[in-house]
């Protein structure tokens, strides 16, 4: 194992409701499930590591209420090291996660502590950077102070040695490529699913999308192509990597789950198309699951299931 990773970004209590179907308003609808998880782009990531068995290191921050506590508890006894998640005078981020019996979720979000979160950039000491190899940033639109620090952040995080990665979300101010663009120069790897990818690039074609990207300064482009797996973008390669064929309970966090699965075999080792297949086979295992990161197992284990799970047909470039 090459390091491990630092990784910054949201931390979130979330309440999980399945299966809802759109109820009318005025109505009561009976469900199987209501669950509590540790929840954010930065807390799904590093908890999904820390079960693979990579070393992680979460910068963020959640309220100074029961909520916090609870997430914190959560994250820290999953072997995260957790001394870089700060407490602050505001509720704990929220969000309420239905999920439909398909699958597919829809978050209502309360920012709370992520809207005074990073109100100083991360800082590259060598506490903070002892034993990362990585630096993965992963809430960029959902952190309103840290946004606009970003490429300081990317920088300072290579000139300590780290590698870097993003992964962008959905950016509800719309500003996308504005604030984009500056990181992109900065990056080893960006991840992006396909209406990200639409968003940013104008291209839903993830061919022409990742020249964008690739233009723009990133040095791999790693796109979640959703039930057709993943496609990887470089200067010199393009691999295409199917996705596994698996009943799909909630798709809560598979996002995250798969940059996790991702870097944790480049760190291990794997080439690009490894990498690409390998977090596949992470996604899968979570979506099978209620809660972002419930399904996932043991590196070595992920490796196994792997040698014996149905996958899709190969996607296509289009």
């Given amino acids: ?46 908890l999904a590591l820390a079960a693979l068995g990579t070393p992680v290191r979460l910068l963020g921050a959640v309220g100074d209420d029961d909520r916090g506590t609870f997430v914190v508890d959560r994250i820290r006894s999953a072997g995260v090291q957790a001394e870089g998640i700060v407490r602050v005078h505001a509720p704990t981020a929220t969000s309420i996660v239905i999920v439909n019996g398909a699958g597919d979720r829809k978050f209502l979000h309360h920012l709370g502590a992520s809207a005074v979160a990073f109100e100083s950039p ?26 606009p620090q970003a490429p300081e952040t990317l920088m300072r995080a290579r000139a300590a040695g780290l590698a870097t990665s993003l992964d962008t979300n959905w950016d509800a101010a719309g500003q996308w490529m ?21 968003m940013v690039t104008g291209y839903s074609d993830p061919k022409q999308a990742s020249r964008v990207l690739l233009t723009e300064g990133v040095q791999t482009a790693v796109l979640k192509l959703g039930s057709r797996g993943c496609g990887i973008y470089t200067r010199d390669e393009q691999h295409l990597c199917p996705a596994f064929n698996v009943p799909v309970k909630d798709t809560t966090g598979a996002g995250d789950c798969f940059v996790a699965g991702f870097l944790a075999a480049r760190l291990a080792g794997a080439s690009l198309p ?19 990161v419930m399904g996932i197992r043991r590196y070595s284990d992920v490796q196994a299931w792997m040698q014996s799970a149905p996958r899709l047909n190969p996607v296509m470039a289009r």
Avoid at 11 to 23: A, K, Q, W
Avoid at 178 to 198: A, G, K, S, T, Y
Avoid at 282 to 290: F, G, K, R, S, Y
């Fill in 178 to 198: 504005r604030d984009l663009r500056p990181c992109m120069p900065h990056l080893d790897v960006i991840f992006m699913n396909e209406d990200e990818l639409r």
């Fill in 122 to 147: 991360p800082m590259f000491d060598s506490n903070t950077t002892s034993r990362m190899s990585h630096y993965h940033l992963a809430s960029l639109f959902v952190l309103p102070k840290l946004r």
């Fill in 274 to 292: 490894d990498a690409g297949c390998f977090a596949n086979a992470v996604a899968a295992l979570t979506v099978q699951n209620i809660g972002a």
């Fill in 1 to 46: 194992m090459k390091g491990g990773v630092l990784c910054s970004g949201s931390i979130v209590y979330d309440t999980l409701v399945r299966p809802v179907e759109d109820p009318p308003w005025g109505t009561t609808t009976f469900v199987e499930t209501i669950e509590y998880h540790p929840g954010g782009n930065g807390a799904n990531t590093s």
